[in-house]
């Protein structure tokens, strides 16, 4: 009997803990404290304000003037102040109705911004867009990118961008998180459309020993000397074969091989817009490789996951492709970036 007692002490046990629970949640004092005061008399007391009247007010909220005072009149009444004194025929704030109208302006704000924000993830652009960019995109059009983005109804939308050198880019594909991705190779068993050509030049200091020969650099004159370039992207042949093994050197970013060419430890094929300003200053000087042809590379947008695309994907997706097609026409057809 007493092994019973205390079965049935613990089987009730757990049911106790849940009504202590709820005691708990509703003992809250803001889920006791009632609001008489809605959004909407709030709206109509703003409007008073901002449209210097009732009459005013009614015309641009299509109410007539008696809901208006009413309105106003219920709301001082529910608030247990005054708001508003009348001088003449006009309706000036109290040093409460002041205190209360800046208030209430930021209620209000907080909730367009709330509906707005639901209206957005029932549209699909809530949520975190994923972006993974080749570090030979062009970061002035990526910047653009992602202000025009913010200004097109996707504040609700975050976006975690990441820069990876070209190879790794394919690794981060497969990632099932990832929307969007900028990337010079296309994945198999992915789509990519083609965005924008990136011209790369072979580009050293101008004392390397490749500038002092007073010709045209030829390949056997490349491979005795150290081929400098970011991740996995050294690794890429940018002039023609040789016999004669190249020895590479890969650094962690665009930044780190340009100080590594202004040291002379070696040359480097890099994105013109990457380098224009070290060209300029005359820190780094183009080699004179062959016919002097630049190489180019053409960057294409993959969707890392249509069958799940998000409508702030998309939207992205539209504003990358108006950006590079705008950058295109301005310098030029076939979508070089210089």
């Known amino acids: 009997m007493k092994h019973m007692t205390q079965t049935r002490t613990q089987a009730h046990a757990p049911m106790s803990s849940m009504k202590a629970a709820r005691a708990i949640y509703r003992s ?6 009632n609001l008489y005061v809605s959004l909407k008399q709030w709206r109509i007391f703003h409007a008073v304000i901002d449209c210097g009247g009732f009459a005013e007010a009614a015309k641009a909220l299509h109410l007539s003037q008696s809901t208006i005072s009413y309105t106003v009149s219920k709301l001082q009444d529910q608030l247990g102040t005054s708001l508003l004194r009348i001088e003449g025929r006009k309706a000036k704030l109290t040093l409460e109705g002041r205190a209360l109208l800046d208030r209430s302006r930021h209620i209000l704000k907080e909730a367009i911004e709330l509906e707005n924000f639901a ?13 993974v960019v080749d570090h030979n995109f062009p970061p002035h059009l990526l910047v653009r990118a992602l202000d025009e983005f913010s200004r097109t109804g996707c504040v609700a939308s975050n976006v975690k961008l990441s820069e990876v050198d070209t190879l790794h880019a394919e690794d981060v594909l497969r990632d099932l998180n990832v929307d969007l991705a900028i990337s010079e190779r296309v994945p198999l068993g992915f789509l990519g459309e083609p965005l924008v050509e ?20 030829s390949a056997i004159d490349l491979a005795q000397h150290v081929q400098i370039g970011v991740g996995h992207a050294a690794d890429r042949e940018r002039s023609t074969a040789s016999s004669k093994p190249m020895r590479r050197w890969a650094m962690s970013s665009p930044d780190t091989v340009v100080e590594a060419l202004t040291e002379r430890l070696g040359y480097a094929w890099l994105p013109e817009h990457r380098i224009r300003r070290w060209l300029d200053n005359g820190l780094l000087v183009r080699l004179p490789v062959g016919d002097n042809r630049p190489h180019k590379t053409m960057l294409y947008l993959i969707h890392g996951r249509p069958w799940a695309s998000t409508a702030a994907a998309g939207r992205l997706a539209d504003v990358l492709r108006g950006i590079t097609c705008e950058s295109a026409s301005t310098h030029g057809a076939n979508n070089v970036v210089v």
Do not use: I, N
Not at 28 to 33: G, T, V
């Open 28 to 33: 809250r004092p803001h889920d006791l404290q």
């Open 119 to 131: 209206k957005d993830l029932g549209q699909g652009l809530g949520g975190e867009v994923k972006l």
């Open 198 to 217: 990136v011209e790369h030049l072979p580009v050293a200091h101008p004392e390397h020993p490749l500038l002092k020969l007073g010709r045209d650099v």
